[in-house]
């Protein structure tokens, strides 16, 4: 089964392409993570850069984001996050001034939560009713720290009702660790070690994926999907901080209940 679908939209500024979940997501959930074409933003963010906080020009990611806002038919603009790499999450009702946080969740239709990636791994939960949604930023020291666990209990209904989604992170062959990362993950739990291999001298190749799906199971997460996608080795589609360094545009991966 394939884990999302790629479409094309096209905006009075030319065509995005945008991936959506295929996830069993009920009725009125909608979601989807951009990718960096078709935008207006020049090199090295070319072109549908959609972060402030990565030296573009403020006013071609203003644009960005209001061709996102168009190509999707969103109901307004998404609640945009100052991430950390911590584990706050918040509402999307306090998410109205770029609180600093690195997750937020809905209850009202219209309300769109988002995150930014570019290598970290986007998570998108939603209950089983769908009543409740909510998008988190888990990069490692997000999910050592315990972002899953803060993001899960932020839901009405109980862990084991929820549903998860794994937008565009970086693969096991192309993140590269120390061996901090992996010390950081075993004390929380062994089993972790499960998704480390050595690489050269003592560098580690890490599974992000598979972190965000043990740090799920451990909060009572059962049904998750996605994944499979490497942000590093896909230039054409996905920005990687890993990949070009500071100078990188980034993703943006959203949810909301339908109006």
């Known amino acids: 089964m394939n884990r999302y679908q790629q479409l094309e939209r096209d905006t009075p500024g030319g065509a995005l392409t945008l ?4 996830w069993p997501a009920p009725a009125g959930v909608r979601s989807c993570s951009t ?15 959609l972060g402030k906080a990565t030296g573009d020009e403020p006013g071609r990611v203003d644009e960005n984001r209001a061709r996102i806002v168009a190509a999707l038919g969103l109901p307004e603009m998404p609640r945009w996050l100052k991430q950390t790499h911590g584990t706050q999450v918040v509402t ?13 969740t809905a209850r009202r239709s219209g309300e769109v939560c988002a995150v930014l990636t570019a290598d970290c791994v986007p998570v998108l939960l939603c209950d089983s009713a769908g009543r ?25 209904a ?9 937008g565009p992170g970086i693969g096991a062959d ?6 901090e990362v992996r010390e950081a993950f075993l004390r929380k739990d062994p089993g972790a070690d499960a ?12 599974d992000l994926y598979m972190l965000a799906e043990r740090r799920l199971a451990a909060a009572g997460v059962e049904q998750v999907y996605g994944g499979g996608l490497c942000t590093y080795g896909d230039a054409a589609r996905f920005y990687s901080h890993r990949r070009d360094g500071r100078q990188t545009g980034r993703m943006a991966t959203l949810i909301w209940i339908e109006a």
């Open 19 to 22: 991936l959506v979940p295929e």
């Open 195 to 206: 998704a480390f291999r050595p690489s050269r001298e003592d560098r580690l190749l890490a």
């Open 174 to 179: 192309a993140f590269e660790v120390g061996p």
């Open 92 to 104: 999307a009702d306090e998410a109205t001034a770029l609180p600093v946080a690195d997750g937020c």
């Open 35 to 49: 990718t960096r074409a078709g935008g207006v933003s020049p090199s090295p963010f070319e072109s549908l850069n």
């Open 158 to 166: 109980p862990p084991a009702d929820l549903l998860a989604w794994l």
């Open 132 to 156: 409740q949604v909510g998008a988190a930023h888990a990069g490692w020291r997000g999910l050592a720290a315990g972002i899953m666990e803060s993001s899960v209990a932020a839901f009405d």
